[in-house]
Nanobody, 118 residues
Framework: QVQLVESGGGSVQPGGSLRLSCVAS????????MDWYRQARGNERELVAQ???????NYADSVKGRFTISGDNAKNTMYLQMNSLKPEDTAVYYC????????????WGQGTQVTVSS
């Protein structure tokens, strides 16, 4: 089965930047979308950025203009470039695949911590 592994999290000051990576291993017949979610401490998980199979993207209003989602098919990797980070961006970030595979519609990474503070 497919596994997703995130990396690139860490601590940064407000206004700084980070790039998260999500590497996929295994085989998936079809991917409908590749997504980044985040979950702040004590809050519910929210969708941050989405890359749809046709190439279009969607962003949460709170990150639009600051975050960019992208993918590299040759490396089986997707990225989240985060610029102009704010304290309210502090959360655990998860990569996610929405697939067409019965019994494995949703594939989640383990999460990576992003902390933005002065």
């Amino acid at each position: 089965q497919v596994q997703l592994v995130e990396s690139g999290g860490g601590s940064v000051q407000p206004g700084g930047s980070l790039r998260l990576s999500c590497v996929a291993s295994g085989s998936i017949f079809s991917i409908n979308s590749m997504d980044w979610y985040r979950q702040a401490r004590g809050n519910e998980r929210e969708l941050v950025a989405q890359l749809i199979a046709g190439g279009s993207t969607n962003y949460a209003d709170s990150v639009k203009g600051r975050f960019t989602i992208s993918g590299d098919n040759a490396k089986n990797t997707m990225y989240l470039q985060m610029n102009s980070l704010k304290p309210e961006d502090t959360a655990v970030y998860y990569c996610h695949y929405f697939t067409a595979t019965v019994g494995a519609r949703h594939i989640w990474g383990q999460g990576t911590q992003v902390t933005v503070s002065s």
